[in-house]
C-alpha cells in the first residue's frame, strides 16, 4: 500500500484539499489588494482635490504678487521722486534774537539802506560758511536761506535812543530796509512781554527740526544762558541734527558747554550785548546782583573782579531770566523804585502781640517790604527748576493741594528762598492788596507794590508809566475793558 501511494502520489481528496486551502488564501490576497486600490483611488481623489486648491491659490498669490511688484515699483519711483525734490529744495533757518543779538551800529545808523545792507551781508556770509560744509548737511545743489529776527521793537528803539546810540525812527526804517530787502528775510516785532521772543524761537526751532528740507538750524540767541535747557534738549532728542551758533556777544557759559559750532559775522553783528552798548563801558565783574533803581534800569552790584571769562550776559528778551553784565537796560517806560518799602498811608502793621495803627487811620492790614535784590545767577537756577518749586511749600511752610503739580523736593537754602519770594513779589500783584488797598495775611508772598514806581511817582500816589503793569493797572486798563 505505501508503495504504491508513492507512486501513484497523494490521493484526490488531500489534493482537493490543499487546492481549496491556496485559493482561499489567494482570494484573501485579492481582496487585499482590491481595498489597496480602493485606498489608494481615494487619496489620490483627495489630493487631486487638494492639488486644485493649491493651484488656485498660487495663482491668487501670482496675481497679488504682480499688483506688489507694481506697487514697489511705483513707490520707488515716488520716493525717487520725493528724494530728488527734497534734495532739490534744502534750507538753511536762521532765528535770531534781535534784543540781544544786536545789529552793527553802523548799519543801523543808515536806517533803511543799512537794512538792506544788512539783509545782503548776512545772507553772503551764511552762504560761503554753508557751501565750504554742504557734503556733511547734505546739500548738492544751491539751496535757500530764510531769516526770521525776533525784537520788541519799540521797547528796542527806546533804549537805543535813549543812549543817544540812534535817533527816533532809525531802528524802525532799518528793519523796513532789512525786512524788503530779501523775500525770505524777515523781522517779527514781538512787543512787550517778558519772554515773547523767546517763545517764538522756540517754535520756530521745533517746527523745522521737524522739517526734512531743513538742512541747518543758525541760532543768533547765545549770549542767553536762558536757551541752554532748550538746546541741550534739541541735541539730545536730535543729536545728528546741525545746529551752529550766530556768535554776536560772548556765548553764555552754559551754552559754551554745549559744544556747539560757532561763526562770528562782525560786518553785520556787533560784539557787545543791547547791555554793553547803551552803558558807559564800565567792566563786568561777577558775580552780579539784580538791583532795581530809578533810571530805568536793573543795576547789577559785582565784586572787583574785572576779568572777562566770568562774564554774565543778559537778554533783554529774558531779562529776569538769565545772569546779567552791569546794567540790564529796559524799555524806557518803566520807572524802578530804589528803595520799595510799603505806603504807611495805606497800610499798618500788625504785629504779634497786637495790632498797631497809623496817623492817618487807614485800613487795617501788614506791612509787607520787598527783597531788594537778589543773585542773578541764582534767579536764574530758580527759574529754571523743573519742575517748578512750590511757592506753598518754601513760602508759607505747607501746601494742601493732593497731589501738587510743582515740587517739594528741593532742598533750596535760605537765599534760594529769598530769591524765590523776589521772583514772585515782582511779577504777581497781591489781588487782595490791589482791591482792598490791604493784605491781613502775614505770610502772603506775593507783590504788594509796583515794582517799576520812581519815587517821585510813589510820593505822587500815582501809577507807573509802563501800561502794561499789573501792579498799577486794573483788570479793565489790561484787557481794554
Known sequence: MAAAHAVHGPSAAALLATYRTRFEELAQTEGKKDKLIEDLIQQND???????????????????????????????LQNATADDKLMSYPYIQVLIDGDGMMFNLDLMRKKKDGGSEAAELLIQDIRETVRARREELCIKGDFDIRVLVFANLDGLSRTLVKANLLSPGDLQQFFVGFTQRLEHVNFIDVGYGKEMADSKIRGEFLFHLKDPRCRLIFFGGSHDNGYAPFLKTCTATSPDYPIWLLEGPPTAREITALNLPGYRYDRVFSKESQNELTSSGSPIS??????PTSQGTLNMQAGSSTSGSGDYRFSYASAAVAPSPITVARPTS??????????????????????????????RGIQHSMVPSADAERVNYIKNLNPRACNNFYLRGSCYNQPCSYSHKYKLRAEDVRTLRYIIERSKPCQQYKKKGFCDDEKCYYGHQCPFRSKFEAAADKPCSNSHCRFCQTEEQLHGY
Open 46 to 76: 483627495k489630493l487631486a482635490i487638494m492639488l486644485e486648491r493649491y493651484e488656485d491659490d498660487l495663482e491668487r498669490e501670482k496675481g497679488f504678487a504682480r499688483m506688489s511688484q507694481k506697487e514697489i515699483r511705483d513707490l520707488k
Open 334 to 363: 518803566i520807572k524802578y523804585n530804589t528803595s520799595p518799602t510799603m505806603e504807611p498811608s495805606k497800610t499798618i502793621t500788625v504785629s504779634g502781640s497786637g495790632t498797631t495803627t497809623n496817623s492817618n487811620d487807614g485800613p
Open 286 to 291: 561777577p558775580p552780579a546782583v539784580l538791583t
